[in-house]
C-alpha cells in the first residue's frame, strides 16, 4: 500500500487503557477510536471486528481453527504457510521521515508465511500478558488494522480504510534493547527491518528455548543451551574425496522467523599443502577442503561490479570462486588458496 505524508504528527491516542483480559479486549478501541486511528464505520469487539473472519488461513476454507494452551505451544505448531487471505490496502501515515519504517511494515503484512504467523497467534492463543513478547503484541494489533476475508479486494479508494499511524509497533521497537534510537534518526529500511525481524525472532528464541529445556527436564533428557555452538565432522563427497565439515548453524535455535526467512550458506575452503617425501598425491597435494555451514536471514550482494546488471548477475558473482594469494597453510607456506561461498539452503523468503 501507498505510504500517506502529513507534515504534521497524527494526534496521540487516549493516554491510558484498562488492562486488557484477552485478546479482542486488547483490539478493542479505547474511547472510540484505536491506538493508532479511527478505521471507517468505527470496530466492534467482535471476532469479526475489522472484517477479520473467524478462521485463521490454514483452515481458511473448512472454519477449523487449532487452538493452544500457551504461545510456546502455537510457535512449536506452527506451519509454514504461504495461502493467506487477501489483504485489503491500507495506508500508513507518514509522521516526520517514518516512510523507511512504514515501507518495511506494508511489504511484511503481504508477506503471507509472516502475516498467517501473526494472526494465527492472534486467533488461537489467548493472550498472556506477559512483558517478554512486546513486539509480537504490537505486530498483532498491527495486523489487526487491515481488513481481510474471502471477497474480492475493493478496486476503489473510497472503499479502503482511513490511512493510519502504526505507534504500537514504534512504541515497542523503542522499548527493545536491539532499537533504542530515537525516532528520525534511523533511515535505512533494510537496517530498520533487520532489526524488527531480528527483534521479533529474539522474542520466540527466548520463550522456545525455556520451553524445550523445560520438557527436555520433564523427560529426563537435560539439554544445557550453549553447551555446544558448533558440530564437525568428516564427510566424503563426490569422487571420494574427503572434506571436513564444520556446522556453526546447529547454534541457531528454530523459530518460525528463522523458517521463513532463515537459509543456510556453505563456505568451502580449499588450501595446497607441500607433501614431504611424496604420497598418494605426488610431491605437491592438496590437504582435504575445510568447509563451514553458517545461519542467514540477509544476503548483501554486490551490485557495484560492471559484470552486474540483474540480480542474477549479483547472484552468480556471489558464489564465484575467490582467489587468496600468499595464503599460509599449515605448513607455514604461503600458497594461493580458492573461497567459494554456495547457497547450501535457499529461504522460504529471501
Same mark, same amino acid.
Given at each position: ?214 520438557? *527436555? &527436564?520433564? $523427560?529426563?533428557?537435560? !539439554?544445557?543451551?550453549?553447551? %555446544?555452538?558448533? @558440530?564437525?565432522?568428516?564427510?566424503? #563427497? ?25 537459509? *543456510? &550458506?556453505? $563456505?568451502?575452503?580449499? !588450501?595446497?599443502?607441500?607433501? %614431504?617425501?611424496? @604420497?598418494?598425491?605426488?610431491?605437491? #597435494? ?32 556471489? !558464489? ?31
Amino acid at each position: 500500500g501507498a505510504d500517506v505524508n502529513e507534515s504534521a504528527p497524527a494526534t496521540a491516542g487516549p493516554t491510558s487503557k484498562p488492562k486488557p483480559v484477552s485478546w479482542a479486549a486488547l483490539l478493542k478501541p479505547a474511547n472510540g477510536t484505536s491506538g493508532s486511528s479511527a478505521s471507517k464505520g468505527g470496530s466492534t469487539n467482535s471476532s469479526r471486528a475489522n472484517g477479520h473472519p473467524d478462521t485463521f488461513y490454514d483452515d481458511y476454507n473448512s472454519g477449523k481453527q487449532p487452538t493452544y494452551k500457551s504461545l510456546e505451544d502455537a510457535l512449536e505448531s506452527w506451519k509454514l504457510a504461504f495461502n493467506a487471505p487477501p489483504v485489503q490496502p491500507r495506508g500508513l501515515v507518514n509522521t516526520g521521515n517514518m516512510c523507511f519504517m512504514n515501507v518495511v511494515l506494508q511489504a511484511l503484512l503481504y508477506c503471507a508465511p509472516f502475516y498467517n504467523l501473526l494472526w494465527g497467534v492472534k486467533a488461537s492463543v489467548a493472550f498472556s500478558f506477559k512483558a517478554t513478547t512486546p513486539l509480537i503484541e504490537a505486530l498483532i494489533q498491527y495486523v489487526h488494522e487491515f481488513k481481510h476475508d474471502r471477497t474480492p479486494l475493493s478496486q476503489t479508494l473510497t472503499d479502503l480504510a482511513d490511512p493510519f499511524v502504526p505507534e504500537n509497533v514504534y512504541e515497542a521497537l523503542r522499548k527493545k534493547n536491539v532499537f533504542q534510537t530515537l525516532r528520525g534518526q534511523q533511515e535505512d529500511a533494510q537496517e530498520f527491518m533487520s532489526y524488527l525481524v531480528d527483534g521479533i525472532n529474539e522474542e520466540m528464541s527466548t520463550i522456545l528455548c525455556a520451553h524445550r529445556l523445560s520438557a *527436555s &527436564l520433564v $523427560s529426563g533428557e537435560v !539439554v544445557s543451551p550453549g553447551a %555446544s555452538d558448533s @558440530s564437525s565432522w568428516l564427510e566424503v #563427497g563426490h569422487h571420494n574425496k574427503a572434506m571436513h565439515i564444520r556446522d556453526s548453524s546447529v547454534a541457531v535455535t528454530k523459530t518460525p522467523i528463522t523458517r521463513i526467512f532463515g537459509g *543456510s &550458506l556453505q $563456505s568451502t575452503l580449499d !588450501v595446497p599443502c607441500a607433501i %614431504s617425501g611424496g @604420497s598418494a598425491f605426488g610431491s605437491k #597435494g592438496k590437504a582435504p577442503p575445510s568447509s563451514n555451514r553458517e545461519a542467514f536471514q540477509w544476503l548483501a550482494l554486490d551490485v557495484s561490479s560492471d559484470n552486474v546488471e540483474t540480480i542474477e548477475d549479483a547472484f552468480d558473482e556471489f !558464489v564465484a570462486p575467490e582467489t587468496i594469494e600468499g595464503y599460509m597453510n599449515v605448513l607455514g607456506e604461503s600458497v594461493t588458496a580458492t573461497k567459494q561461498i554456495l547457497l547450501e539452503r535457499v529461504p522460504p523468503v529471501l
